[in-house]
């Protein structure tokens, strides 16, 4: 369903301020899985979800969704296939306006020829939708985003990526600017749109336990590149101690290999 192959992307190349960001990354996702994935600051997770949306082009390799070669298409034509969860929760809403006109804007890209002709119909089916996130938005079509909470941007945010359908859905860290008990909350609404919609999806986090619970398989990136993926009995079986010292292991066994290839 997702091929990314042999994928390498290096900022400000020959310059003082190089940063080698992925590190020829090859990764494949079939139809429904759930992948997460860990891994510290700077190890290259939102530059590979930035790889795959097209905010930029890759320097070699490939990326492929469900059989089309996306490697050189730009980020608003991937975007009708991609849908995309930022931390940030006013990023993936138009703040200035409403609900309604956010998920229209969402719905009328596959569903309907223009934007903003919201009939009955729509308003009755934005209404259901709204309702199932038990946030009581559904009597409140006509607020303006911008002045809800952040927990209720992002349930917004996760049903505009949904609504039309996605093949596949990145979710860049998007419950860390939450509250504990708001993102808790966000989380089981993700995994009841996602399971609902049998939705292909990423999931970046910083909650190793998540990691392990939410999905079918979790990978772990490093210095560009990723270290460790489990899936199956052995990530039924992983704990968060072992999964650190997992990552311990994987880290110097990259370095190892990375200095020999350097001699």
């Known amino acids: 369903m ?18 080698r960001a992925l590190n020829d990354v090859s990764l494949e996702l079939d139809a429904g899985d759930f992948v997460t994935i860990i891994g510290s600051n700077g190890a290259g997770k939102s530059t590979l979800f930035n790889a795959i949306g097209g905010a930029f082009w890759v320097d070699a390799g ?42 229209a804007l969402a ?8 934007l903003f002709a919201v009939s009955r119909d729509d308003r009755d089916f934005f209404r259901t939708l709204l309702e199932k996130l038990n946030l009581g938005l559904e009597d409140r079509l006509k607020a303006k985003v911008g002045q809800l909470s952040g927990g ?30 708001t993102a808790e909350k966000v989380l089981a609404i993700t995994v009841e749109l996602v399971e609902a919609g049998k939705i292909t999806t990423m999931m970046i986090t910083h909650d190793m336990q998540a990691a392990l619970s939410i999905g079918n398989r979790t990978i772990m990136m490093d210095d560009g590149g990723i270290i460790l993926d489990l899936s199956g009995k052995e990530r039924a079986d992983m704990t968060v101690d072992r999964l650190l010292t997992c990552y311990t292991e994987a880290s110097k066994k990259k370095l190892a290999n990375d200095r020999m290839l350097l001699r």
Not at 85 to 97: E, H, M, S
Not at 107 to 114: L, N, P, V
Request: proline content about 5%; hydrophobic content about 35%.
């Open 2 to 19: 997702l091929t990314v192959k042999n994928v390498k992307k290096t900022f400000y190349p020959g310059t003082p301020n190089e940063k």
């Open 62 to 103: 490939s990326i492929h969704l469900d059989g089309k070669n996306i490697t050189s298409w730009k980020d608003y034509k991937r975007a009708y296939d991609i849908g995309r969860v930022f931390q940030d929760t006013l990023k993936g809403t138009a703040p200035n306006l409403t609900i309604e006109e956010n998920l």
């Open 107 to 114: 719905y009328t890209r596959k569903a309907k020829k223009s």
């Open 152 to 181: 209720q941007r992002q349930a917004v945010s996760l049903l505009m990526c949904t609504i039309a359908e996605p093949k596949l859905l990145l979710l860049d860290e998007h419950t860390a600017a939450l509250d504990p008990a």
